[in-house]
């Protein structure tokens, strides 16, 4: 059965950084593109940032750019969101998410995501 795996999150002060990782279990699986949504209390469901596995082409979000960067490791089947110059409002629960069949509605669509982790907490304090 393949499985996403978050990693990484906590509490940090703003201004601080943090990494999150996701890593995919079985020896099947292969995927698109890999992204990262944040849900905060009361609010809808947020894209963050997508990476495509062949290419390595990045998308992110406005509020994010700049401060996080997406990357993966494909012989370990992980990828990587590393949050920097964190703030108050990037406070959410984390999930990665896999579009194994390709970006059909966007790279920014949750839609088009047909797999998806658990969730990481990551809190940051003003």
């Known amino acids: 059965q393949v499985q996403l795996v978050e990693s ?3 509490l940090v002060q703003a201004g601080g950084s943090l ?3 996701c890593a995919a279990s079985g020896r099947t ?3 698109y593109a890999m992204g990262w949504f ?3 209390p009361g609010k809808e469901r947020e894209f963050v940032a997508t990476i495509r596995w062949s290419g390595g082409n990045t998308y992110y ?3 994010v750019t700049g401060r996080f ?3 993966r490791d494909n012989a370990k089947k ?3 969101l590393q949050m920097n110059s964190l703030k108050p409002e990037d406070t959410a629960v984390y999930r990665c998410a896999a ?3 390709g970006l059909v509605f966007g790279y920014s669509n949750y839609a088009s995501y047909d797999l998806w982790g658990q969730g990481t907490q990551v809190t940051v304090s003003s």
Do not use: K, P, W
Request: net charge positive; charged share 15%; hydrophobic share 35%.
């Open 69 to 71: 960067t997406i990357s």
């Open 99 to 101: 579009a194994r069949l």
């Open 19 to 21: 990494r999150l990782s």
């Open 8 to 10: 990484g999150g906590g």
């Open 38 to 40: 944040r849900q905060a």
């Open 61 to 63: 979000t406005d509020a």
């Open 29 to 31: 699986f292969s995927s």
């Open 78 to 80: 992980t990828v990587y």
